[in-house]
């Protein structure tokens, strides 16, 4: 995990923890609780069943989380920390308009492939709807994440467009959230034409902001 990471899960903890062991506690709880919400969902998940099939009391998972939505949150927060990841990997060696539509296409296509195969997190995605708490994190990681790719993409274009950029930018992350949940929950063949309507749209967007120096980097679909 990053440093911004590690900072953002110790604020979520009741206790920092500062020996090894702690750490390794803590990690145990929020594995058990992972595998849980993907095989029962949310709502059916107690900290009662958390602490006994984590090895512990009850009030071990209580030292570190006072409740269950402090134990999603920073479920949720490790989740944000992996997919700035794949976006620092997409955004970097940005040098053209067509490595930038490209990073548009890899980065909706591996962040799908991360959410389909792991049903616990489809779950926390779902909740970050009536979740006020979740909410919050997701629009906050959907900003940390716009700017790492808007700042990679800015170079390209004129310097007065790139803070009307980066709004656009964050606006597209947080819809890609959307279109991912809504690709997930039809057949996969409707599912596929979501994301590449979805991918079109991005590269729309991103047109708007890049010279057209010799119909360099089209949108294609």
Do not use: W
């Not at 512990?56 to 998972?61: E, F, K, L, R």
């Not at 006072?66 to 976006?87: F, G």
């Not at 779902?126 to 629009?139: F, G």
Request: proline letters at 4%; glycine letters at 6%; charged letters at 30%.
């Amino acid at each position: 995990m990053s440093d911004a990471g590690q900072d953002g899960t110790r604020a979520l903890l009741r206790r920092v923890p500062k020996q090894e062991r702690s750490r390794e506690r803590i990690d145990e709880i929020l594995k058990v609780s992972m595998d849980l919400i993907g095989r029962k969902g949310i709502d059916a998940v107690t900290m009662k069943e958390i602490a006994s099939l984590s090895g512990g009391p009850i009030a071990s998972v209580y030292q570190y989380f006072p409740n269950k939505s402090a134990i999603l949150a920073t479920l949720y927060q490790r989740y944000a920390d992996s997919v700035m990841e794949l976006v620092e990997a997409s955004a970097t060696n940005v040098q053209t308009p067509e490595d930038a539509f490209d990073a548009i296409d890899r980065l909706v296509d591996l962040y799908y492939q991360r959410i389909r195969g792991n049903p616990a997190i489809q779950d926390l995605l779902n909740a970050t709807q009536a979740d006020k708490a979740l909410a919050l994190l997701d629009i906050e990681g959907s900003r940390l994440h716009s700017r790492i790719f808007a700042e990679a993409v800015c170079p390209l274009m004129d310097p007065d467009r790139c803070e009307e950029f980066q709004r656009t930018v964050f606006l597209m992350f947080q819809l890609a959230g959307s279109a991912v949940r809504l690709a997930l929950l039809v057949d996969e063949e409707e599912g596929r034409c979501i994301l590449s309507d979805f991918k079109l749209a991005s590269k729309v967007q991103l047109r708007r902001f890049l010279p057209d120096r010799q119909g360099a980097g089209r949108p294609s679909s």
